[in-house]
């Protein structure tokens, strides 16, 4: 059993090498995100939001639901790790 987890683990991890081998390089001027989408954020930002600040409004207008479900994750994580951590007082038991 080991040894299928160990063999699973490394196909994947050659399977993610392998993809990224097409990536651009980091910080590549003529990369697609360069060249396509930041540009339109930059004009059509306070057009599209009424919002000055471009971070802001890529945030909060363009990608508004996933900013919202990073939040709840977080914010689900944050609870869980309260419930897990917290001290029980002795008379309580075993509930």
Not at 20 to 28: A, C, K, L, V
Not at 60 to 89: K, N, S
């Amino acid at each position: 059993m080991k040894t299928f987890i160990l063999a699973l683990i490394i196909i994947a991890g050659s399977m993610l090498i392998y993809g990224t081998q097409d990536m651009p390089n980091w910080g590549d001027p003529q990369s697609p995100a360069s060249v396509h989408v930041s540009p339109y954020y930059i004009k059509r930002s306070i057009i599209d939001t009424e919002t000055p600040n471009i971070v802001s409004s890529v945030l909060a207008d363009y990608r508004g639901y996933d900013t919202m479900g990073e939040t709840t994750v977080i914010f689900t994580a944050a609870i869980v790790c309260f419930l897990l951590l917290r001290r029980r007082d002795e008379d309580e038991g075993d509930r």
